[in-house]
C-alpha cells in the first residue's frame, strides 16, 4: 500500500502563489497516473489537475487551467502542484491521489485508490 503526504499548504494572498508537493513511498510511483484533488467546505471534491506516469501528459480542471501546473520527479517519488494567481475560491484542501497504472481514467475519483491526509489551502482576499 503506498503511502502519499502531502505538505507546503497555508495561507496565501489572491494573485499570489503556493506549491504544494507530494511524497509517495514504494517502488512503482514511476508507474502511476497521479492526480491533484480538492475539498471545499460544503462541496464535493473535485478534480483540479493530474499527470501521466511518464510525465508526458498533463490535465487540469477549467478553473485552474492556466494559473495551476502540475509537475513530478519520479526519481524522488514526488509530485508537485505549483499555483499561481490565487483566488479566494481556491480555498479548500488538497489531496495527492494515485491513480490507475500507466494510463486509464485521469479525472474520476474512482479511478484513484490511493489519498494523502490532505493539506489545507486558505487564500485571502
Known amino acids: 500500500q503506498v503511502q502519499l503526504v502531502e505538505s507546503g499548504g497555508g495561507l496565501g494572498q489572491a494573485g499570489g502563489s503556493l506549491r504544494l508537493s507530494c511524497a509517495a513511498s514504494g517502488r512503482t510511483f514511476s508507474s502511476y497516473t497521479m492526480g491533484w484533488f480538492r475539498q471545499a467546505p460544503g462541496k464535493e471534491r473535485e478534480f483540479v489537475a493530474a499527470?501521466?506516469?511518464?510525465?508526458?501528459?498533463?490535465y487540469y480542471a477549467d478553473s485552474v487551467k492556466g494559473r495551476f501546473t502540475i509537475s513530478r520527479d519520479n526519481a524522488k517519488n514526488t509530485v508537485y502542484l505549483q499555483m499561481n494567481s490565487l483566488q479566494p475560491e481556491d480555498t479548500a484542501v488538497y489531496y495527492c491521489a494515485r491513480g490507475p497504472r500507466y494510463y486509464g481514467s485521469y479525472d474520476d475519483r474512482e479511478a484513484y485508490n490511493s489519498w494523502g491526509q490532505g493539506t489545507q489551502v486558505t487564500v485571502s482576499s
Open positions: 499527470i501521466r506516469w511518464n510525465g508526458g501528459s498533463t
